[in-house]
């Protein structure tokens, strides 16, 4: 059986920055999905407001 995640992202972290795709459900259509790309960069409080907002989009790591 294969797994699908609803709300997952894609990580690319560098020394200078880490850019996030998050992938979550349309609210209206169902089977649709919205796309959004942010970039955050590297200082302690920028990568704790990426850590918020991966919570806030309820995406899950387990």
């Known amino acids: 059986m ?3 995640h ?3 992202a894609g990580l690319d972290i560098s020394k200078k920055d ?8 349309n609210t209206k ?4 999905f919205t ?3 942010t970039t955050w960069g590297s200082t302690t409080n ?3 407001n990426h850590q ?3 919570l806030a989009e309820q995406v899950t790591w387990w």
């Open 6 to 8: 609803e709300r997952c």
């Open 18 to 25: 880490a850019k996030a795709c998050v992938r979550t459900p």
């Open 52 to 54: 918020r907002h991966l």
């Open 2 to 4: 294969d797994v699908l």
């Open 35 to 37: 796309t959004e790309t």
């Open 46 to 48: 920028a990568v704790l």
């Open 29 to 32: 259509r169902r089977g649709i």
